[in-house]
């Protein structure tokens, strides 16, 4: 069983930074997609970032060039430095792991992130 816990949220004035870790537990994660999750009130979860396991990239429109994800195998770990924050980036992040070749899905609890203007 993998579990996965997000630290690093908190609160933080418009254009300050953040960096949220996830860290994982319970098997070797190096062969799987990690990615970062966010859902604010009223809204629907969406996609921030994710990355692979050799280390490729893809971010939402809104957070590109502002927020850098990034993955330590050794330490099954992922990150997310978030610079240049915005009151419209509050919300709770969630890390998700897609683990193959047999896929399964693992979710974090959430970390709040609130950016004060």
Known sequence: QVQLVESGGGLVQAGGSLRLSCAASGRDLSRSVMGWYRQAPGKQRELVAAISSGGSTNY???????????????????????????????????????????????????TQVTVSS
């Open 60 to 110: 939402a429109d809104y957070v590109k060039g502002r927020f850098t994800i990034s993955r330590d195998n050794a330490k099954n770990t992922m990150y997310l430095q978030m610079n240049n924050l915005k009151p419209e980036d509050t919300a709770v992040y969630t890390c998700k792991v897609t683990t193959f070749p047999a896929i399964s899905y693992y979710w974090g609890q959430g």
